[in-house]
């Protein structure tokens, strides 16, 4: 059975920083696109990155675009997200996920067929 583990939320003011972990277990995510989604309250699920298989080709939604960088280490199974410059409006449940098999569009979130729990990011104005 598939688990994707978040962690590394928390509170932060604006402007800040943080570094959300998507630890997975029960399959070995090198060979998969993953990406990370959040959910504000009251909204939808949104994507905000994804990252291929081999870190070759990453994407981002406009909004984080400059401020947050996804990666990987296959070795540990992990994938990352940097937040910098973080602003209210980020205030969400980020979320990680696995892709399928073939993921022609990184940023739907038909594309995925495993997430974790979510980790609370709360910014302060």
């Known amino acids: 059975q598939v688990q994707l583990v978040e962690s590394g939320g928390g509170l932060v003011q604006a402007g800040g920083s943080l570094r959300l972990s998507c630890a997975a277990s029960?399959?070995?995510?090198?060979?998969?696109?993953m990406g990370w989604f959040r959910q504000a309250p009251g909204k939808e699920r949104e994507f905000v990155a994804a990252?291929?298989?081999?870190?070759?080709?990453?994407y981002y939604a406009d909004s984080v675009k400059g401020r947050f960088t996804i990666s990987r280490d296959n070795a540990k199974n992990t994938v990352y997200l940097q937040m910098n410059s973080l602003k209210p409006e980020d205030t969400a449940v980020y979320y990680c996920?696995?892709?399928?098999?073939?993921?022609?569009?990184?940023?739907?979130?038909?594309?995925?067929?495993?997430w974790g729990q979510g980790t609370q990011v709360t910014v302060s104005s």
């Open positions: 996920a696995n892709g399928r098999t073939v993921v022609p569009d990184p940023t739907a979130d038909a594309s995925y067929d495993y």
């Open positions: 029960g399959r070995t995510i090198s060979r998969y696109t």
């Open positions: 990252i291929r298989w081999n870190g070759g080709s990453t």
